[in-house]
């Protein structure tokens, strides 16, 4: 296990929002909250009624719990760091909140890979869609994803635990990454920086490339259909996917793929605060607002409570 000389680490969180504490810790907290009922809400209204018992939804509830996962591995301590300014948690948990929000992240890029997928299927092939993409293949799919993705990180884990850590104990940043963690070592980190490397490669890149190829193949056909209302149709069942996949694999891309010497910190941290904070906070609105059979659902679980009472 790893070797250290110290048993907490401090967090140095944000720099000169002294004057902004308050009203910083209140849109995260609101922001926090609304993520967890949203995404909450997600499952809930796929579970309960029987017109989302489709992939699409199956899938979409997988991704609310990793939304949710995200967003309590990291928000709390956010919140804590932005009320107190600085703030520390023990080794073990810096740790555990790596492994977890590791887990959701890759997770969450396999689960928008098999959803790109789905979309194809429904799009492209629509008549062998319910033969080929049923729901015993669903939650294989979603088995898989979160199967692989606990591998995948936990393999990385356990290469920073082999790692030295001397200090100093100090982070700036707010909450436990991989570049945190890295810094903190004072042995050498090659193997474990070659194997983030070959995991970005895995996750983020060979997914995005079938995102790509699925849409380029779901373009061409929506293209072929003659009547616009026909277009419109089809681009819309694929429309909330696709604006998520932009936002998430854009912030992702540009946080762990691209150059980072010339970032400064402030820019890495509003990149972080993209995926982790944002994005699990917009994916409720996205499917919700943009969703009928959502919307349905909602209307007809509030109306039969109403008729109850």
Same mark, same amino acid.
């Given at each position: 296990m790893y070797k250290r000389n110290f048993t907490t680490i401090l967090f140095l969180g944000f720099h000169n929002v002294d004057t902004f504490n308050l009203t910083l810790f209140i849109v995260l907290l609101i922001i926090y909250i609304v993520t967890v009922c949203g995404n909450l809400l997600i499952i809930v209204l796929v579970f309960c009624s029987k017109t989302l018992h489709s992939p699409m939804y199956l899938f979409l509830t997988q991704l609310s719990v990793t939304d949710i996962m995200l967003t309590t591995d990291i928000s709390p301590n956010m919140l804590n760091i932005v009320l107190h300014e600085q703030t520390t948690i023990s080794f073990s948990g810096c740790i555990t909140q790596f492994y977890f929000s590791a887990l959701s992240l890759v997770s969450e890029c396999f689960l928008l890979t098999v959803m790109s997928y789905d979309r194809y299927l429904a799009i492209c092939t629509p008549l062998h869609y319910g033969s080929i993409m049923n729901n015993a293949v669903c939650f294989k799919f979603i088995f898989a994803s979160w199967l692989w993705g606990c591998s995948l990180v936990l393999m990385l884990t356990l290469s920073i635990c082999q790692l030295q850590f001397c200090g100093p104990n100090e982070v700036d940043h707010f909450f436990c990454d991989l570049n945190a963690l890295v810094q903190l070592s004072c042995s050498d980190a090659s193997i474990v920086q070659m194997e983030s490397i070959l995991l970005s490669i895995h996750v983020i890149v060979l997914p995005f490339l079938v995102i790509v190829i699925s849409y380029t193949y779901i373009v061409s056909t929506i293209l072929k259909i003659s009547s616009?209302? =026909? /277009?419109?149709?089809?681009?819309?069942?694929? %429309?909330?996917?696709?604006?998520? +996949? %932009? &936002?998430?694999?854009?912030?992702? &891309?540009?946080?762990?793929?691209?150059? *980072?010497? =010339?970032?400064?910190? #402030?820019?890495?941290? @509003?990149?972080?605060?993209?995926?982790? +904070?944002?994005?699990?906070? %917009? *994916?409720?609105? @996205?499917? %919700?607002? /943009? *969703?009928?059979? &959502?919307?349905?659902?909602? /209307? *007809? @679980?509030?109306? /039969?409570?109403?008729?109850? #009472?």
């Amino acid at each position: 296990m790893y070797k250290r000389n110290f048993t907490t680490i401090l967090f140095l969180g944000f720099h000169n929002v002294d004057t902004f504490n308050l009203t910083l810790f209140i849109v995260l907290l609101i922001i926090y909250i609304v993520t967890v009922c949203g995404n909450l809400l997600i499952i809930v209204l796929v579970f309960c009624s029987k017109t989302l018992h489709s992939p699409m939804y199956l899938f979409l509830t997988q991704l609310s719990v990793t939304d949710i996962m995200l967003t309590t591995d990291i928000s709390p301590n956010m919140l804590n760091i932005v009320l107190h300014e600085q703030t520390t948690i023990s080794f073990s948990g810096c740790i555990t909140q790596f492994y977890f929000s590791a887990l959701s992240l890759v997770s969450e890029c396999f689960l928008l890979t098999v959803m790109s997928y789905d979309r194809y299927l429904a799009i492209c092939t629509p008549l062998h869609y319910g033969s080929i993409m049923n729901n015993a293949v669903c939650f294989k799919f979603i088995f898989a994803s979160w199967l692989w993705g606990c591998s995948l990180v936990l393999m990385l884990t356990l290469s920073i635990c082999q790692l030295q850590f001397c200090g100093p104990n100090e982070v700036d940043h707010f909450f436990c990454d991989l570049n945190a963690l890295v810094q903190l070592s004072c042995s050498d980190a090659s193997i474990v920086q070659m194997e983030s490397i070959l995991l970005s490669i895995h996750v983020i890149v060979l997914p995005f490339l079938v995102i790509v190829i699925s849409y380029t193949y779901i373009v061409s056909t929506i293209l072929k259909i003659s009547s616009f209302s =026909g /277009r419109l149709k089809c681009f819309s069942t694929c %429309s909330s996917h696709l604006t998520m +996949v %932009s &936002i998430f694999y854009g912030t992702l &891309i540009a946080m762990y793929m691209l150059p *980072n010497e =010339g970032q400064s910190h #402030i820019l890495t941290k @509003i990149l972080v605060m993209l995926y982790t +904070v944002f994005t699990p906070f %917009s *994916n409720p609105f @996205i499917y %919700s607002l /943009r *969703n009928k059979d &959502i919307k349905k659902a909602l /209307r *007809n @679980i509030v109306f /039969r409570k109403r008729v109850t #009472i």
